[in-house]
């Protein structure tokens, strides 16, 4: 276990960074428009997070679990894609977190695994945008091909090759003269192969088993958001697997029920004042499904 321990500051160093800021903006007659993070957990007497090989922070919208990811994120310098919220007193309310790293079997303490990262919900949604326009240009590619580009390109006006500026151009037409390539081949290789994209949950998933790499750290933020119920139990699966038997650990913030029952994580309930550690049966999104399907159990019969 790569993250043992995690110190966010007393109320006492909020007030005092704080008074730093002020007087960074205006000496005695500075002010903060906004001071979060600060306040945000320390309201909720939580100040120690203790790791296990999951580690989940569960709360409805606004109880600070992403803020949480974010933080622990950039205190441990994690790669990231996708921005997140931020504001003038972030970075130092980063500063003063403190964390305490696990030990191995020899004794050594541990350090971040290189390519350690936080995957959000926004880097999901961009790789299925991303893989929808890359899908669309090529199929505009190997349309206009098609539709003649194939035969101008081979029996047209021969490219006189003058500099670099023309080699794109002279090595496309080199190839489509060549008798070994077929106009199928030809447009395959100039266009190029689309990716096979699914349900959003699908391709959601195969995400996942592309970037979860052995013996790394993660942190999930909403990591079931465009998943189904199986594709979310799909995950779990992936999850479990990796953090039993591949080295991994994982930060997540979620509320999905099944993601909160992966087996032998420690969830924090940040809906609580103080903040808990709690059973994922007892949660409330957890009983919420649990009591809507006792009341229509008949039906299941």
């Known amino acids: 276990m790569y993250l043992d321990r995690f110190s966010l500051p007393l109320r006492e160093e ?83 977190c403190k964390y305490e790293l696990g030990f191995d079997d ?38 206009d091909a098609k539709n003649g580009g194939y035969a101008e390109i081979k029996y047209g ?6 500099g670099l500026k023309d080699y794109e151009d002279y090595r496309i037409q080199v190839l489509s003269r060549k008798k070994s390539v077929s106009r199928r081949k030809f447009i395959k290789q100039t266009a190029g192969d689309e990716v096979k994209l ?41 999850l479990e697997r990796l953090s039993h038997y591949c080295g991994c650990q994982f930060i997540i913030a979620t509320h999905s029920p099944f993601i909160l029952a992966l087996e032998n994580a420690r969830i924090y309930n940040l809906d609580e004042t103080p903040v808990e550690i709690r059973n994922w049966w007892e949660l409330e999104n957890t009983r919420i499904y649990y009591d809507f399907f006792k009341k229509h159990s008949s039906l299941f019969q």
Request: net charge negative; proline share 4%.
């Open 198 to 238: 699914n349900s959003n949950g699908e391709t959601a998933l195969n995400y996942f088993e592309e970037k979860l790499k052995f013996d790394t750290l993660y942190c999930l933020d909403e990591p079931e958001n465009s998943m189904s119920p199986k594709m979310q139990l799909e995950l779990v699966e992936m």
């Open 157 to 162: 006006k021969t490219v006189k090759f003058n």
């Open 106 to 143: 020899e004794g050594d303490r541990h350090r971040i695994p290189n390519g350690s990262r936080i995957i959000t919900s926004d880097d999901i949604f961009d790789y299925m945008l991303t893989v929808r326009d890359n899908n669309n240009e090529i199929s505009e590619q190997k349309e």
């Open 14 to 96: 909020e007030e005092r960074i704080l008074e730093i800021q002020k007087w960074h903006n205006g000496r005695k007659y500075g002010y903060i428009d906004n001071p979060y993070p600060c306040t945000l957990f320390s309201d909720k007497y939580f100040y120690d997070i203790f790791f296990k090989p999951v580690t989940v922070f569960y709360g409805g919208n606004g109880s600070g679990k992403s803020t949480l990811l974010n933080i622990i994120a950039q205190k441990l310098s994690l790669k990231r894609i996708a921005p997140y919220n931020s504001s003038e007193m972030f970075d130092l309310y980063v500063d003063v």
